[in-house]
């Protein structure tokens, strides 16, 4: 059975332009509010300074089937 | 009591991310709990209080599902307990979205400063100390909680990294003499009770011989994990499955249950995927199935009342485990004098305290690295990892933490501008990224002169480059958020 998917690994965006800027913008507006209720630990410093490389599958063609 | 909740069914924490979500599985999640204070913003200003957008309540009134409210940063288990400041904005979520009852944690979250100065945030939620003195400031907070609000009230039963000490109620013990003196409701976190158990704590089994059954309205369940040793309440994956057989065993002894909540963090949704959480919602459906349809009215009652017990003594009162949550959770500078009127602190104690401190401290670093990416990506690629975790370790240490991360971010930036550092382009980032978080916080428009193109600086730090000297070229921005997020150059 020929596998059709293939892995590409994704350090970063190539570009960071002023539009990429206000969807930065955009994400700060989705995380300004009160910490969530849990009492464990927060991954997001970590996520920032150790960032796991991202896996895509794509298909042949080009297409994301899997982010 | 007279209220007996309505049968709502399974559901989960209401996150933004999952807004598609929730809408598209309305037969799945049939309750949607909205943690109202994670939607707020609270402005910059002194003195400003945080507020939710009336945009967003009524979208989220066209929800599927029936939905209820659970306070997060007004916990109800200390001496400072606020009932006035956030309060009108809480009516008004409730009174928009038809919420039946509402709930907070019994935690203890602000504690007191030298000569009465203004309360401060510890930076996390901490247990209160298990005495009789506890059961009655609870049960007092808990019925002014509730007359404010004007809606029946359930608390949390909270996650405890302590273990008991001399002189304290039992686990069970305590919860049930809370929820019996404030005549109110609980919120049995069962994952909370369940990594207590795991670190040491009163088993499940023994807190539910003790607690009023028919009292617990809602339940808790979360993924938890370890971390430095202890079971930690991380809402980060799957529920655990030993977990999910106790809970299947012990769910038709709740008479009175009214949903069966699943939480996942905020910063674990990206990692855990749209069909780990299908499978979730489908063993919550499975648990609810166990739910019993018994009548209440048949098992209340038959539990005696109460036995007060004696108080801790003068050694062990809410007001001294307050002062020695301050000394261990706050920065130096802002501690009292002199720790001779806390609670005096074992060797176990003082291992927890740094448990409490590294978790708490995962919060403090995690918002900056959330609403300040930029600046902490240059800060990494300047100062390395390790150089990075001692800047952030000499800011928490000098610092206290805020309740709202826009408040950290904020302070974050006083500190960097009181402690500058030889980093080019970390000035202009720094000021770019803290215009965002006014914009965003303050709802307004914010004008920022930056020294060089942002572009080129934004580029520079997403292809992993230090920005270098760069062009200087004297750039303003205006920056704003209404009706949806935008940065032109002026």
């Keep these: ?67 | 009591m007279q209220f007996t909740p309505q049968r709502l069914g399974p559901g989960a924490i209401y996150l933004r991310a999952l807004d598609g979500f929730f809408r598209s599985n309305g037969d799945l999640i049939r309750v949607a709990e909205i943690e109202p204070q994670i939607l707020w913003t609270k402005g910059t200003g002194k003195g400003s209080q945080p507020g939710g957008s009336p945009a967003e309540r009524r979208s989220l009134a066209t929800l599927p599902q029936r939905v209820l409210t659970h306070g997060v940063g007004y916990p109800v288990g200390g001496t400072i307990c606020d009932q006035t400041e956030h309060v009108a904005e809480f009516r008004r979520w409730n009174a928009e979205l038809g919420v039946a009852w509402t709930s907070e944690h019994l935690s203890i979250m602000h504690v007191p400063r030298e000569n009465g100065a203004a309360r401060q945030s510890c930076g996390f939620l901490m247990p209160p100390i298990q005495t009789e003195a506890a059961v009655r400031l609870a049960a007092r907070n808990i019925a002014e909680r509730r007359a404010a609000l004007g809606l029946p009230f359930a608390f949390e039963t909270g996650v405890n990294y302590f273990a008991l000490r001399d002189g304290e109620m039992q686990d069970g013990e305590f919860f049930a003499a809370v929820a019996e003196e404030a005549d109110c409701g609980i919120l049995l976190d069962l994952t909370n009770l369940w990594i207590n158990e795991k670190n040491g704590r009163a088993t499940i089994r023994e807190i539910l011989t003790r607690l009023p059954l028919e009292r617990v309205w809602e339940v808790h369940l979360a993924g938890a994990e370890l971390e430095r040793g202890y079971w930690v309440d991380a809402h980060s994956r799957e529920i655990d499955a030993e977990l999910i057989a106790l809970t299947a065993e012990i769910i038709p002894s709740f008479p009175n249950l009214g949903a069966i909540i699943f939480e996942l963090a905020p910063d674990r949704v990206a990692s855990f995927g749209e069909c780990a959480y299908l499978k979730e919602m489908e063993t919550l459906n499975r648990l609810w199935g166990r739910v019993s349809t018994a009548s209440a009215e048949t098992q209340t009652g038959q539990r005696p009342s109460r036995r007060v017990g004696a108080d801790a003594g003068p050694a062990l009162t809410p007001e001294r485990w307050e002062r020695a949550i301050a000394e261990r959770m706050l920065p130096r500078p802002i501690r009292f004098a002199s720790d001779a009127l806390a609670v005096a602190l074992t060797l176990l104690d003082e291992e927890r305290f740094l448990l409490y401190g590294h978790l708490a401290g995962s919060f403090r670093s995690g918002a900056l690295a959330e609403l300040l990416g930029n600046t902490i990506r240059l800060l990494l690629l300047a100062l390395g990892k390790q150089g990075l975790e001692e800047l952030i370790g000499r800011y928490t240490a000098a610092t206290p933490p805020a309740a709202f991360p826009t408040d950290e971010a904020i302070e974050f930036r006083r500190y960097m501008d009181a402690h500058p550092l030889a980093v080019d382009g970390l000035d202009d980032v720094l000021r770019f990224e803290a215009a965002l978080i006014e914009a965003a916080a303050n709802n307004a428009v914010v004008r920022v002169e930056l020294s060089r193109g942002i572009d080129e600086l934004l580029t520079n730090l997403a292809e992993g480059r230090l920005p270098g000297k760069g062009t200087r070229r004297a750039t303003v921005l205006e920056i704003g958020v209404d009706p949806a997020p935008w940065i032109r150059v002026a």
């Design chain 1, 1 to 67: 059975m020929h596998d059709k998917k293939k892995s590409v690994m994704v350090k970063a965006p190539a570009n960071m332009t002023l539009e990429q800027a206000q969807r930065a913008l955009a994400q700060v507006l989705g995380k300004v509010g009160h910490p969530a209720c849990y009492s464990g630990f927060n991954i997001s410093f970590v996520n920032a300074v150790d960032p796991a490389p991202m896996v895509l599958n794509v298909e042949h063609g080009g297409s994301v089937v899997e982010e």
